[in-house]
C-alpha cells in the first residue's frame, strides 16, 4: 500500500483530528520543519526588500475597488527594536490627510446649501473680516495693507486664501488650540499674499473651513466627523485621540540614521503626549488624525463612488467633481482641488509621515499607503523612497474585470 495511503483506517479515540494531520504530514515526508513557506504575494514581494534593507520599517498597503478591498497587506515592523510585526490593522498618524476629510466635511454643508463656496469666510467668522495682507517685508520692518478682495470659502480649500502656514500661537504643537482660539489668532495674523492669486500650503486655512462646519452645523468639528462621516462610513478607528487599545497598535516613526544609514525611531514632534488625552489636545483638522488602512480605504471607495459607499450617499457627485477637479489658477504650477493635490487624472493627498492615499476613476481603483517615517535613507542605489513607487506598480484586479 502507498505511504500516503497507510494511515486511512486508523481510529483515534483519545487524540483526535490534530494528531491524524501530524500523521499524515509524517507519512508522507513532510515533517514540521520541511513544510512549505507562504507563498509571496507580488505587494509583499515588492515591498519586502526595502524592509530587509532597513530603508522602511514597515507598511500597510490597501487597493481596492467601488465593490470592495481587493487586497490589504502589512509588512515588516511597526517596532522594529522590539520586533513587532506590522499588521493589517496597526494605527497610523495620517497627519495631513486629514485635509480632504476636512474638505469633504465642509462639501456636506455645500450640498445642503448651508454654506456657499464663493461666499466670503467672514460670512460665518466675522472675527476674519477686518485682514490685512503683507505689501513689503524686510528683516526688520513689514508693511501691510488691505487685500483687494475678501477671502472666500473656496480660497481655505485649495491653498490660494493668503493665510499663512500656522500663526504663532500654535508653537510648538499643532494640536494646543481649540478651532475656535485658532481663528482668532489667524484673525490677528496678516495674509502672506493676495487672496486667489498664490498657492501657499495652509494649516490655517483648513482649520478655518473645520471652524466653518462647527459654526453652521452647531456641533463640534469632532461631533461632526462622527455623526456625518465616521459612523456612516464604519470608519471605527479614525481618531483625533486613539484609545489606549488603539495606542498599542500605533506604528512607531522613524527616520534616517547617521549618515542615510538605517533607521532611528523618533517621537512625532507636531503632537503633545499623551495621545490620548482630551483634556489639553485638541482637534486639528489640517493634520490631527490616526487611522488605518481599512479606514482610510473606506473614504476613498466612497470617493471612487462619487459620493456613494455601500448604498450610503455622504457627498453628492457634483460635490466630488468639485473637489477632484483643479481649483488653483493656471498662473501657479501647483494643481490643487478642493482639499486634494489633483493631476494625471487622479486625485489623492499625501501625510508628513510618508503616507499616501490615491483615487483613480479610470482605472476604478484607490490604493492607500501608510507607513511612518519623516524620510528615506539611501542603501547603495536603492532609495527607500522608492518603496512606494514599487507598491504602484503592482497591478490587481479582479478575476472578472473587463467581461
Not at 207 to 231: M, P, W
Request: aromatic residues 8%; contains cysteine; proline residues 6%.
Amino acid at each position: 500500500m502507498p505511504r500516503s495511503q497507510s494511515f486511512t483506517r486508523f481510529r483515534l479515540p483519545r487524540f483526535g483530528f490534530p494528531l491524524l494531520i501530524l500523521i499524515a504530514l509524517t507519512t508522507s515526508g513532510l515533517v514540521a520543519d520541511e513544510l512549505p513557506k507562504p507563498v509571496k504575494t507580488p505587494l509583499s514581494a515588492a515591498l519586502q526588500p526595502f524592509v530587509d534593507r532597513s530603508t522602511l520599517a514597515g507598511a500597510v498597503v490597501l487597493v481596492a475597488d467601488e465593490s470592495g478591498v481587493l487586497a490589504v497587506e502589512a509588512v515588516g515592523y511597526a517596532d522594529v527594536a522590539g520586533k513587532v510585526p506590522m499588521k493589517t490593522d496597526s494605527m497610523f498618524w495620517i497627519a495631513s490627510q486629514s485635509k480632504p476629510i476636512t474638505a469633504v466635511a465642509l462639501m456636506i454643508l455645500v450640498d445642503e446649501k448651508k454654506v456657499g463656496l464663493d461666499d466670503t469666510v467672514a460670512k460665518y467668522l466675522p472675527e476674519l473680516g477686518n485682514l490685512w495682507v503683507v505689501a513689503e517685508r524686510d528683516k526688520e520692518h513689514m508693511l501691510l495693507k488691505r487685500p483687494t478682495r475678501a477671502v472666500t470659502v473656496r480660497d481655505l480649500l485649495n491653498h490660494t486664501s493668503g493665510m499663512p502656514y500656522r500663526s504663532a500661537a500654535e508653537e510648538p504643537t499643532l494640536d494646543a488650540l481649540s478651532l475656535k482660539a485658532a481663528v482668532k489668532s489667524y484673525a490677528m495674523t496678516p495674509l502672506e499674499t493676495e487672496p486667489g492669486t498664490k498657492y501657499q500650503y495652509s494649516n490655517a486655512g483648513i482649520n478655518t473651513a473645520a471652524r466653518i462646519v462647527e459654526v453652521v452645523s452647531g456641533v463640534s468639528y469632532e461631533k461632526f466627523l462622527d455623526e456625518r462621516l465616521f459612523g456612516p462610513l464604519g470608519m471605527t478607528d479614525t481618531t483625533f485621540w486613539p484609545s489606549a487599545e488603539q495606542v498599542k497598535r500605533l506604528a512607531k516613526a522613524y527616520k534616517p540614521g547617521k549618515d542615510g544609514k538605517g533607521l532611528v525611531e523618533f517621537k512625532i514632534e507636531q503632537l503633545q503626549y499623551p495621545l490620548s488625552e482630551k483634556a489639553n489636545r485638541y482637534p486639528m483638522p489640517a493634520g490631527g488624525l490616526f487611522s488605518t488602512a481599512k479606514d482610510v480605504g473606506q473614504f476613498c471607495r466612497m470617493l471612487l463612488g462619487n459620493g456613494t459607499l455601500d448604498g450610503k450617499r455622504i457627498l453628492s457627485p457634483e460635490a466630488v467633481a468639485e473637489m477632484s477637479k483643479r481649483q488653483t489658477p493656471a498662473s501657479v504650477k501647483e494643481s490643487y482641488g478642493l482639499g486634494f493635490s489633483v493631476g494625471g487624472g487622479t486625485f489623492g493627498h499625501g501625510g508628513a509621515l510618508s503616507t499616501n492615499m490615491t483615487i483613480d476613476p479610470k482605472r476604478g481603483q484607490v490604493s492607500v499607503w501608510l507607513i511612518q517615517h519623516a524620510g528615506f535613507p539611501k542603501d547603495g542605489d536603492v532609495d527607500g523612497a522608492k518603496a512606494q513607487d514599487a507598491f504602484r506598480k503592482v497591478k490587481l484586479g479582479r478575476p472578472d474585470a473587463g467581461k
